[in-house]
């Protein structure tokens, strides 16, 4: 199967969570809890297409301080099982650890989904049991 992948370095503001910063105002010498600080923070999405230029997938992730956060991976359900989802990943941690992240990390509430990260060598580092009435929140993380 034939298909492109496109870099945006400046992800569209919809697709992207935001990100706080914490830390006592009288102690801080930069923003706290702020909703961005766009000069920290280095998005990276990646799109694919097709041959018509269709959309097939994506993905969206921020990067800051030496962590990449994964904010969402996915490909349309006829386009699964060619491996795409697997190489935005690789791709995105891959420009991830050359501006420096040593880490990756991904939130889910998923269980599907948490078996893809813990496939691609993520550990499950937290586990919000009964988040909603059956169903859990994991938080995944990742050495790069």
Known sequence: MNFKVKIDMECK???SSPIYETGPPEKS???YLSPRNNAAVQPICLTVTDEEQL???GITSELYWNWIEINDCWVYEKYRGYGIRSQLLQTVE???R???ADYSMHTT???GTRDFYVE???KVVGEFKEYLPGVNFYTLKKSL
């Open 29 to 31: 010498k930069g923003p």
């Open 98 to 100: 050359k501006r420096g």
């Open 55 to 57: 959309g097939m997938g």
């Open 109 to 111: 509430f998923e269980p």
């Open 94 to 96: 891959k420009m991830a």
């Open 13 to 15: 503001e919809e697709f």
């Open 120 to 122: 691609k060598g993520y």
